[in-house]
């Protein structure tokens, strides 16, 4: 599908338009992130305490602290993660299908996408650690295809509602077919992106906890903006119509 630069352009300007009308969908990833933040520090804690309690030794106690707060972190951030994936991009869909969206969206998303999502989100995982192992004798060509060609795939689950492996599937085809205007979109996101966190250093020097929070409400505000583009671009370029 060709598309000018004046639809590229009018992309990004609908996405910011719908979510100035829908600051809802911020608040999962606002909430998610606290609940995960939490979550992983009482987990990590809870399992390191349990160890230490059962082993007085010493020793290797704290090496093995460490590896168990490590795991337990990942594994709540990846949970956290496909929860966030849901209810973002699901919102996002609706947003662009009917204009508005509610945490009812998410939910539906969640609730029928998220077995797909995880298996979605494990791939991705593999092929992001391939992609790094090979990044030095590849010059970080691989993990600049990994960016761009796999940005598609959570829209595919949850809006294409296609099977994981499909998913990563018709994300390769889409990019490949919209080479130019994909690469742009990575481009820009990673702009807004490096803005989002250069304001929250900003105001981290006026006020370390004031910075953080800023930081961390412009965070989720970048992922709600990009996941938007990503579905409208997605909603157009798999021919799904847009509202």
């Not at 809802?24 to 399992?47: D, E, H, K, N, R």
């Not at 009812?104 to 650690?129: C, K, M, P, Y």
């Amino acid at each position: 599908m060709t598309q000018t630069v004046q639809d590229f352009e009018k992309t990004f300007v609908r996405a910011w338009e719908l979510l100035t009308r829908n600051w809802v969908i911020v608040l999962p990833g606002i909430v998610l992130g606290v609940v995960g933040g939490v979550l992983s520090f009482v987990l990590g804690t809870i399992l390191a305490g349990s160890f230490a309690a059962a082993d007085r030794s010493g020793g290797d106690v704290s090496y093995v602290t460490q590896v168990i707060y490590a795991i337990a972190s990942l594994v709540v951030a990846m949970l956290v993660s496909i929860v966030q994936m849901a209810y973002v991009t699901g919102m996002a869909g609706a947003v662009w299908e009917r204009g508005r969206t509610s945490l009812g969206d998410g939910w539906n998303a969640f609730a029928h996408r998220s077995i797909q999502l995880t298996f979605a989100t494990a791939l991705l995982f593999v092929i992001g650690i391939c992609a790094a192992v090979l990044a030095p004798v590849t010059f970080f060509a691989t993990i600049a295809v990994y960016m761009v060609f796999l940005i598609y795939t959570m829209a595919s689950v949850v809006i294409g509602k296609r099977e994981a492996v499909p998913a990563i599937a018709e994300s390769c085809r889409l990019t490949l077919s919209n080479i130019a205007p994909t690469l742009g979109i990575v481009a820009l996101i990673a702009v807004i992106a490096v803005v989002g966190g250069l304001i929250g250093t900003l105001v981290g020097r006026v006020t370390p906890i004031g910075g953080g929070l800023v930081a961390g409400v412009l965070q989720q505000v970048i992922v709600a903006y990009a996941s938007l583009v990503v579905a409208g671009e997605y909603l157009k370029f798999s021919k799904q119509p847009t509202g």
